[in-house]
T-cell receptor, first 116, second 114 residues
């Protein structure tokens, strides 16, 4: 069975600093996808970034990048130049079985608070 | 605009009164799914659908039903709701373009069962 672990329940970060949110995963399937979502206090789930297990390069989307270390089974999210609006819950998720049959397995999340 | 919509957004009901939460996507996605989110438990998959008339159980299907008669709609049915089904529910649909995949979530439905 697959598992996602986020070891940081909460983080306080100064505005404009870079942030790294940790995520480790466990699966025996060689083909999988890793996702990061942001959930603000309003409740919606906002897709941030995706990394496929066969992708050679780390994914980047604007201020978000994914530090993918396959041998260590880690997929940390890096937010550069944090902003007050980045305060939210952040979830790491994994999907195995291309085609989405197994759905997403989520971590417990990290509550990020950006301080002015 | 590509989106997943859910209705209602908020619902308070009583034990045993059947209810349906609708979900619709306008992206022609084949794959759709339902999740519930509970404090301390995170998001867990309830049901998913690979295509029209193809549905299957996720991790926590007890007490729920789904149907997929059309590609765009994937309603979640609670035949006899109970208080332990009080939760935040998300519908999602996904697309795969080459090696890139995106899962789009609806805005969520907050359900309180008294």
């Amino acid at each position: 069975a697959q598992k996602i672990t986020q070891t940081q329940p909460g983080m306080f970060v100064q505005e404009k600093e870079a942030v790294t949110l940790d995520c480790t995963y466990d699966t025996s399937d060689p083909s999988y996808g890793l996702f990061w979502y942001k959930q603000p206090s309003s409740g919606e789930m906002i897709f941030l970034i995706y990394q496929g297990s066969y992708d050679q390069q780390n994914a980047t989307e604007g201020r978000y990048s994914l530090n993918f270390q396959k041998a260590r089974k880690s997929a940390n999210l890096v937010i550069s130049a944090s902003q007050l609006g980045d305060s939210a819950m952040y979830f790491c998720a994994m999907r195995v079985s291309w085609g989405g049959a197994d759905g997403l397995t989520f971590g417990k999340g990290t509550h990020l608070i950006i301080q002015p | 605009e590509a989106q997943v919509t859910q209705n209602p957004r908020y619902l308070i009901t009583v034990t045993g009164k059947k209810l349906t939460v609708t979900c619709s996507q306008n992206m022609n996605h084949e794959y759709m799914s339902w999740y519930r989110q509970d404090p301390g438990l995170g998001l867990r998959q309830i049901y998913y659908s690979m295509n029209v008339e193809v549905t299957d159980k996720g991790d926590v299907p007890e007490g729920y039903k789904v149907s997929r008669k059309e590609k765009r709609n994937f309603p979640l049915i609670l035949e006899s709701p109970s208080p332990n089904q009080t939760s935040l529910y998300f519908c999602a649909s996904s697309s795969t373009q080459g090696s890139r995949e995106t899962q789009y979530f609806g805005p969520g439905t907050r359900l309180l069962v008294l």
